[in-house]
């Protein structure tokens, strides 16, 4: 049987964009490969020989030597890479194609691809176990999780070009100069393929109105919006992510503190009109002090907030030591 052609091969794991990553991870873990590992890939060809020894030709295990050669090769793990219809949304620091190769060499730019898998492999387990309650037990994590994430992405029909327009619309309301958080990107993109119940049902948090407001791109109702809540305004740098309703008119807003890097979350609404103007003047209290958040482990912070979100149980917070409005701490410190 004759080996497939190296352009044969591009075309099968480029075949769906949707999927190139786990592709790649998959045929890694398939030939017990550890990528970049020179002496690893050099036992697997050795292994594939002796394996097929018996029923290929010389030519033909040759080919299969050269065909795993190519797939290691950081210049083509490099352009799978490339071509991913999300990961190019999470690569540290500039694309890939204006990189300039002198300085940033191969060796770094492979390693900010990594880094990029496996902090959103991380930030989808969190999600995936509180939001979803779903664990992920597979012996190979990795490539589990990340498995799951593009079939999600797959099943959602994720277009790459409309996702485009979604972050525009969030880059120009908060007038970015510099890479809008990965966490918050990752929420963006499973809203886009349907992964969060509506904003209608009450048993999960919905992604937050006003961030509905900016995606879709509606500047009379973030200007009405704003007029009320001041706090939303793009000068404060907090983007809403879910809107969670409490009952009795409260509700309570959980979004990234682009300043700190970390998520928080205020208390909305009320019963009445002082409640409403109070917990307006609880978050302006947060954003005008400088210090905001002077100690916090944003680690666990952000899993006390999603645990929250599975349970939709304020009481969480509470029994992980801390408040539910920051604002009435001291110098809103988070302890």
């Keep these: 049987m004759a080996t497939l052609s190296l352009e044969l091969i591009d075309k099968i794991f480029l075949a769906n964009p949707n999927k190139i990553i786990s592709t790649y991870l998959a045929f890694s873990k398939d030939n017990n490969i550890i990528t970049g590992n020179s002496k690893s890939s050099d036992n697997a060809l050795k292994r594939r020989k002796l394996s097929n020894s018996n029923n290929k030709d010389k030519q033909d295990i040759k080919g299969d030597k050269d065909t795993i050669k190519y797939l290691l090769n950081q210049d083509t793990y490099m352009k799978y890479s490339q071509q991913s219809s999300w990961l190019k949304y999470f690569i540290h620091s500039q694309p890939l194609k204006k990189q300039n190769k002198r300085n940033q060499p191969k060796s770094k730019l492979k390693s900010n691809i990594e880094e990029s898998i496996n902090t959103i492999a991380?930030?989808?387990?969190?999600?995936?176990t509180y939001y979803k309650q779903q664990h992920c037990t597979d012996d190979n994590s990795l490539l589990a999780l990340i498995t799951r994430f593009e079939t999600l992405l797959d099943t959602g029909s994720f277009e790459s070009d409309k996702f485009e327009k979604h972050l525009e619309a969030l880059k120009k309301y908060y007038v970015y100069n510099y890479e809008i958080p990965t966490f918050v990107k990752l929420i963006l993109i499973l809203y886009y393929c349907g992964y969060f119940e509506s904003s209608k049902s009450i048993s999960k948090p919905g992604i937050h109105i006003f961030l509905n407001m900016?995606?879709?791109?509606?500047?009379?109702?973030?200007?009405?919006?704003?007029?009320?809540?001041?706090?939303?305004?793009?000068?404060?740098?907090?983007?809403?992510?879910?809107?969670?309703?409490?009952?009795?008119?409260?509700?309570?807003v959980i979004g990234?503190?682009?300043?700190?890097?970390?998520?928080?979350?205020?208390?909305?609404?009320?019963?009445?009109?002082?409640?409403?103007?109070?917990?307006?003047?609880?978050?302006?209290?947060?954003?005008?002090?400088?210090?905001?958040?002077?100690?916090?482990?944003?680690?666990?912070?952000?899993?006390?907030?999603?645990?929250?979100?599975?349970?939709?149980?304020?009481?969480i917070l509470l029994d992980c030591s801390r408040r539910l409005n920051v604002c009435d701490m001291p110098y809103a410190n988070v302890w």
């Design 122 to 128: 991380t930030y989808f387990n969190q999600i995936e």
């Design 214 to 252: 900016i995606l879709e791109g509606e500047p009379s109702k973030i200007a009405d919006f704003i007029k009320t809540y001041k706090h939303y305004s793009a000068i404060y740098k907090f983007i809403p992510l879910f809107g969670i309703y409490l009952g009795m008119g409260y509700s309570f």
């Design 256 to 315: 990234w503190d682009t300043k700190f890097d970390c998520m928080i979350g205020f208390t909305e609404n009320g019963s009445d009109g002082h409640e409403v103007m109070y917990n307006i003047g609880c978050a302006m209290k947060y954003f005008n002090t400088p210090s905001r958040l002077v100690k916090i482990d944003k680690k666990q912070l952000l899993e006390d907030y999603l645990k929250m979100i599975c349970k939709n149980d304020i009481s």
